[in-house]
């Protein structure tokens, strides 16, 4: 049995930076980490974070306000998530990037790759285990602590308050009982579980990009305890390509196909979507729609096969259009595809190549493709798609044999979706009444990430972060001996 001011369930973005903030300001505070390194978290992996009124922001003139920001995520979310708990969040950029500083982390600005109109990405220049080390070693010169392989199971409560958690040590099988005043549930979401993605998507794939660690067991512990759930569940979606179960090697080159903005068919061979989505805003609005489609695939003829091989980069290919802003920042790179992949991922039994679209259906089983084809081909010719209204500098036609299909699924870094809470991490009961002690941070928090994932790059984990601190700023703020 361990006594501390408060338990928090997770060593990743959120459950460091609560930790951060409940130890400076001078509260005890255990860590419960199932992994056995420091460093298996998906926020430990990342790029970097969204984060508003940065010093670095400042320093590159390049500011973004906090209601900027804001203003942008709320109207994206179109109402779907708590606006007072998500303002609250946005406002703690500054802090997170000085506790990031303070823990010896670099951070660099990036460029607007999505197009969203400002720079709130940041990008870290500390290599990936040495970040969380660092985070780890001054949370210690805090006099807070992590604790690996304490996996949690359980919550303990006294008198209807949360009051603590039972966690079991991964290598012993010990139990432990950590008491504290107050719990923070952080543990990454569920994308290491099946069962728990097949009851919100259906029988798909969902592509684990990120750790399996997560398997829903904070969202379960908060429902147990008398929590809801709230309304949007979604993927924050790979952006680097398609995917499939049957890939072997990660991120072969022709996952690219997905991205190009060509023909994409739905799991009968039918047209599903504007192309132009998945190669703009691939993790968000984009990975929604394949995450819906469950599958899909990309089909392409020999001059689209060959012309992208030829041109410098996808954005060349089309003719370099000066208003495709994404297409400049984020499809401007080569050399690509690589023809001796091809054979490989034949073999792996998601690609395709044939003389006819006639096999390339019988061989998918897609009834619809003749027919979808020939319809896209009439638009191409028109120049004007009159489905989804694509551009109409992407429509190109699929004529020219031999032809590729290459079948997706969609894939994920990290879940959204999970418990709800009011403004400042609570976790909210049945009543929308706060279970006393009990806080949820992270992509385990539900009413601070909306689906579609946000068009904001590194929302995630910038949610994650100033998260986390929202919800030890409420603890200290209500500390009563
Ligand atoms: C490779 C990669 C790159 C990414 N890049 C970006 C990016 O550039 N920008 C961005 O915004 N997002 C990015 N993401 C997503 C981002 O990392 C996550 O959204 C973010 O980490 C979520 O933070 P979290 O604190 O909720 O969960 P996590 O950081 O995932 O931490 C959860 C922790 O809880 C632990 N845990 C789970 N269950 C238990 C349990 N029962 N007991 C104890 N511990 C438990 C896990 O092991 C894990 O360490 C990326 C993800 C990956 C995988």
Redesign the pocket.
């Known amino acids: 049995m361990e006594h501390t001011d408060v338990v928090i369930?997770?060593?990743?973005?959120?459950?460091m930076m609560a930790a951060l903030t409940l130890a400076k300001a001078g509260r005890s505070c255990v860590v419960?980490?199932?992994?056995k390194h420091l460093s298996?978290?998906?926020?430990a992996?990342?790029?970097?974070?969204?984060l508003a009124d940065t010093l670095l922001q400042e320093e590159e003139n390049c500011t973004v306000s906090a209601e900027m920001l804001f203003r942008h995520m709320y109207g994206f979310s179109r109402g779907t998530v708590d606006g007072g708990l998500l303002y609250r969040c946005i406002r703690n950029g500054r802090k997170v990037e000085a506790l990031l500083r303070e823990s010896g982390i670099q951070l660099r600005l990036t460029e607007d790759l999505y197009s969203v109109g400002f720079r709130a990405r940041h990008f870290f220049e500390t290599p990936a285990p040495q970040r969380w080390e660092l985070l780890a070693k001054k949370l210690e010169e805090y006099g807070g602590r992590v604790v690996l392989n304490?996996?949690?199971?359980e919550l303990l409560t006294e008198n209807g308050r949360i009051c603590g958690v039972l966690?079991v040590d991964g290598q012993s099988g010990e139990q432990t009982a950590y008491y504290g005043k107050a719990v923070i549930i952080?543990?990454?979401?569920y994308l290491g579980n099946e069962e728990m993605l097949k009851q919100h998507f259906g029988d798909i794939t969902v592509g684990p990009?990120?750790?399996r660690?997560?398997?829903g067991?904070?969202i379960a512990m908060a429902l147990k305890a008398g929590g809801m759930e709230d309304r949007s569940w979604g993927i924050?979606a790979g952006e680097f390509g398609g995917y499939h179960s049957r890939m072997k090697g990660r991120f072969p080159g022709n996952m690219r196909w997905a991205m190009t903005g060509g023909l994409l068919v739905d799991r009968e061979g039918r047209r599903f979507m504007d192309e132009q989505l998945l190669a703009d805003q691939p993790l968000s609005v984009g990975g929604e729609v394949t995450l819906r489609a469950g599958s899909y695939y990309a089909v392409l003829d020999e001059a689209f096969y060959q012309g992208i091989r030829s041109a410098r980069s996808v954005y060349d290919f089309y003719g370099r259009p000066e208003e495709w802003k994404t297409g400049k920042s984020a499809l401007d790179r080569g050399p690509w595809p690589f023809p001796e992949d091809l054979e490989r991922d034949i073999s792996e039994g998601w690609a395709f190549c044939c003389g006819s679209l006639e096999e390339a259906a019988a061989h998918f089983s897609l009834p619809f493709l003749e027919e979808t084809v020939t319809r896209y081909n009439a638009m191409c010719e028109a120049g004007q798609d009159t489905e989804f209204g694509k551009n109409s500098w992407l429509l190109k036609p699929v004529a020219k044999a031999p032809f590729y299909v290459f079948a997706y699924e969609p894939s994920a870094?990290?879940t959204i979706g999970g418990v709800k809470t009011d403004a400042f991490c609570r976790v909210l009961d049945r009543k929308q009444k706060p279970i006393s002690g009990l806080y949820a941070a992270?992509?385990?928090n539900g009413s601070c990430y909306c689906a579609p994932y946000y068009d904001t790059?590194?929302?995630?984990?910038?949610l994650?972060f100033t998260s986390g601190i929202t919800a030890a700023e409420h603890i200290l703020g209500n500390w009563s001996a």
């Open positions: 369930i997770g060593a990743g973005g959120a459950g419960l980490e199932k992994g298996v978290s998906n926020a992996r990342a790029g970097g974070p969204s304490a996996c949690a199971g966690a952080a543990s990454g979401g990009l990120g750790s660690l997560s398997d067991a904070g924050c870094w990290c992270g992509v385990d790059e590194g929302a995630c984990l910038g994650a």
